[in-house]
């Protein structure tokens, strides 16, 4: 996964790189920090968006395979929203009201929905 596609840079991520609360909000591996899912979303919600996180990824894959640049950038789209609904991209979830970031991850399930296969 690049940068562009979720990582966030050590220097934005805070600077208790050991305490409880940074295990919380960010998964390391390879000595890379990626930002968690908000853990305030129901466990329905966050299922639909990761199956449209997944569908997303497979669909990149493909369209690079086939060296459709079109269905890449749908697909990214895809991804770019689900990524965004789970609260893995965009503002902190750690930094905004609960009652927001839920609307705003079922805000992204509906465009997601809406979106053609």
Not at 23 to 40: H, M
Not at 45 to 64: D, F, I, P, T, W
């Amino acid at each position: 996964m690049s940068m562009a596609e979720g990582a966030e840079s050590t220097e934005n991520a805070g600077s208790t790189e050991n305490s409880e609360e940074d295990s919380a909000r960010w998964l390391v591996i390879k000595g890379r920090r990626w930002r968690r899912t908000d853990p305030a979303l129901p466990a329905e919600l966050e299922a639909q968006l990761k199956s449209h996180l997944g569908r997303g990824r497979s669909s990149v894959g493909a369209g690079k395979k086939t060296g459709d640049d079109e269905r890449v950038a749908r697909a990214r789209k895809r991804v770019n929203l689900a990524k965004t609904g789970l609260g893995e991209r965009g503002p902190y979830w750690w930094e905004r009201d609960e009652s927001a970031r839920l609307e705003a991850a079922r805000a992204a399930l509906q465009e997601l929905d809406q979106l053609p296969e």
